[in-house]
């Protein structure tokens, strides 16, 4: 398989495109960082420079077009309301455009739990970054693409465990960076999984388990 990442310099893009080649998938990992482009590499993945905001649906097109799948994980990361936006709003919406321009319907979504930390205090920029992910959610189901959005609890960066809880809804809690592109692993080849929304936590059920009880129910 070739797999388009957007996002593939972070916490989980990078770990899932060294899932992606140690199964033997060609992977792009496109970046908008030039100093980014040794952590793609070192992934195994082929880095490409590319920007969701500067660049048009056509230039994003030609850059996804002869891959098999697209996986968006980019993200504003925190760094202001315009950014979130630009990034995780309209730029999944350009994406996903451009991915159908360029005739590549399986695309994955890694977006945000529901419940992602309420227990603190209520925040504006949190708020804001909560309703554009649930937009952005809503503009790629309204697409013709084999969609498959996975809505990951707080993130961790201790060691993955190989094990989760997944479902179109369940409780909230945290995962680890490691499982969540464990999932997206095996979810991504499996093509009978798409068109729809899975929460994801930490579990007790192995990851390929989880895949194949979502296919069957």
Do not use: C
Not at 93 to 113: C, D, I, M, N, W
């Amino acid at each position: 398989m070739k797999v388009f990442q957007i996002g593939a310099a972070g916490g989980v893009g990078n770990r899932l495109a060294r899932l992606l080649v140690a199964r033997g998938d060609a992977v792009t990992g496109m970046h908008r960082n030039p100093a980014q482009t040794e952590t793609v590499r070192a992934s195994g993945a082929t880095p490409l420079t590319g920007d969701l905001v500067d660049d048009s649906v056509d230039e994003l097109a030609a850059k996804i077009g002869g891959h098999d799948a697209v996986v968006f994980s980019a993200g504003a990361h925190g760094t202001g309301r315009d950014k979130t936006t630009a990034i995780d709003g309209k730029g999944l919406e350009k994406a996903a455009t451009a991915a159908a321009r360029a005739g590549v319907s399986r695309f994955v979504l890694v977006s945000v739990f529901p419940d992602a930390l309420r227990a603190g205090e209520p925040d504006e920029g949190f708020e804001h970054y909560m309703k554009v992910k649930k937009t952005a959610d809503v503009h790629l189901t309204r697409t013709g693409l084999d969609w498959l959005i996975v809505r990951p609890g707080t993130l961790l960066d201790e060691p993955g465990t190989g094990r989760v809880t997944a479902g179109p809804a369940i409780e909230y809690g945290d995962v680890r960076r490691d499982d969540v592109a464990a999932f997206i692993d095996a979810a991504l080849h499996e093509p009978a999984l798409g068109r729809v929304i899975v929460e994801l936590t930490g579990g007790e059920t192995p990851v390929t388990e989880a895949v194949a009880r979502l296919v069957s129910s």
